[in-house]
T-cell receptor, first 111, second 114 residues
Framework: SQQGEEDPQALSIQEGENATMNCSYK?????LQWYRQNSGRGLVHLIL?????REKHSGRLRVTLDTSKKSSSLLITASRAADTASYFC???????????FGRGTSLIVHP | EAGVAQSPRYKIIEKRQSVAFWCNPI?????LYWYQQILGQGPKLLIQ????????DSQLPKDRFSAERLKGVDSTLKIQPAKLEDSAVYLC????????????FGEGSRLTVL
């Protein structure tokens, strides 16, 4: 099964800065999703982008999808200390629609 | 709306013992997933149910892991006998159906095998 892979593995920034995380996948997808996981907690769905979409926004989040490069990026603008968490991309492909997760990016936002 | 409930939150056992985890999905959600998350890694699918039927259990180590979803609602995941490498967080998730995409996760059950 294919798996999205995030880059970088870890990111440390100051409050107010933007954070960009990238995700690559291997074959054609139905959709790609981003999730956040605070330490010791479950995952929370952030945003879903379909294969025929190129960009989506949700509050301070902006997700782009480039199917020609098999990659997606998550941009968090004006980051806050509360954004400190791990961020995972998950792709679905073929007929299963089962989200397959990458290893995640650990984001630390310093106050 | 109540979220996905899981129990226990923490469990410590010795290798070769057995353990069971319980999950109650969001009401009305037909699809239920069990994922295993080892420290520092992303969640890995163990099994997917649609109502009370298994859709995908290709990555479930069937010699020691079993799962069921009776009546298409609650689900239990059992490990017997446990190995050291089973130490992980077991995450249950549900979705309205297989195709809507968004998964709702519980807080997870953290297993430590000594």
């Amino acid at each position: 099964s294919q798996q999205g892979e995030e880059d970088p593995q870890a990111l440390s920034i100051q409050e107010g800065e933007n954070a960009t995380m990238n995700c690559s996948y291997k074959t054609s997808i139905n959709n790609l999703q981003w999730y956040r996981q605070n330490s010791g907690r479950g995952l929370v769905h952030l945003i879903l982008i379909r294969s025929n979409e190129r960009e989506k926004h949700s509050g301070r989040l902006r997700v782009t999808l480039d199917t020609s490069k098999k990659s997606s990026s998550l941009l968090i603008t004006a980051s806050r200390a509360a954004d400190t968490a791990s961020y995972f991309c998950a792709d679905t492909s073929g007929g299963s629609y089962i989200p397959t997760f990458g290893r995640g990016t650990s984001l630390i936002v310093h106050p | 709306e109540a979220g996905v409930a899981q129990s226990p939150r923490y469990k410590i056992i010795e290798k070769r013992q057995s353990v069971a985890f319980w999950c109650n999905p969001i009401s009305g959600h037909a699809t239920l997933y069990w994922y295993q998350q080892i420290l520092g890694q992303g969640p890995k699918l163990l099994i997917q149910f649609q109502n009370n039927g298994v859709v995908d259990d290709s990555q479930l180590p069937k010699d020691r892991f079993s799962a069921e979803r009776l009546k298409g609602v609650d689900s239990t995941l059992k490990i017997q006998p446990a190995k050291l490498e089973d130490s992980a967080v077991y995450l249950c998730a549900s979705s309205f159906d297989r195709y809507t995409g968004e998964l709702f996760f519980g807080e997870g059950s953290r297993l430590t095998v000594l």
